[in-house]
């Protein structure tokens, strides 16, 4: 029980986590930001 609710808390964190920096690339304002945004994403990870 604990380990389903467990994946569902984890899967909607990860949703949310998309959503983050799906809005975060869309507010660049032109390709070389949203380059270099991504770029950055890339490093952190």
């Known amino acids: 029980m604990f380990v389903y609710l467990f994946l569902l ?3 909607a ?3 949310a986590e998309h959503s983050r920096r ?3 690339l869309a ?3 032109d390709m ?3 380059e270099r945004r ?3 994403m ?3 990870h």
């Open 9 to 11: 808390l984890r899967k």
């Open 13 to 15: 964190l990860d949703r």
């Open 22 to 24: 799906d809005a975060y």
């Open 27 to 29: 507010s660049a304002v």
């Open 32 to 34: 070389g930001e949203l």
């Open 38 to 40: 991504m770029r950055s």
């Open 42 to 44: 890339e490093i952190d």
